[in-house]
């Protein structure tokens, strides 16, 4: 396969993909839990709770993601 992601925007890019796998999962393990498999409309509510989620996932990642690799480049030892 052929990247078409420029460099420049490849830790945005590992944001998103990250948070819609991440969310659809949360989602769908909540919205289960919440409301079981056998409800009518399962997959519309676990579609409106996945983008409810990857909402706020998102801008939250890309906000959060580089402070916590500046934490991490402070706490993890090289061997």
Do not use: D, N, Y
């Not at 925007?9 to 998103?16: D, K, S």
Request: proline content about 6%; some cysteine; overall charge positive.
């Amino acid at each position: 396969m052929r990247p078409f992601v420029p460099k420049r925007f490849e830790q945005a890019a590992f944001g998103f993909l990250l948070t819609c796998f991440m969310t659809f999962v949360v989602a769908g393990i909540s919205t289960l839990l919440a409301v079981g498999i056998s409800t009518p409309g399962f997959i519309g509510l676990w579609f409106v709770a996945w983008m409810s989620s990857w909402a706020v996932a998102f801008p939250a990642i890309l906000f959060i993601g580089p402070m916590v690799r500046r934490i991490l480049k402070r706490i993890v030892i090289e061997h």
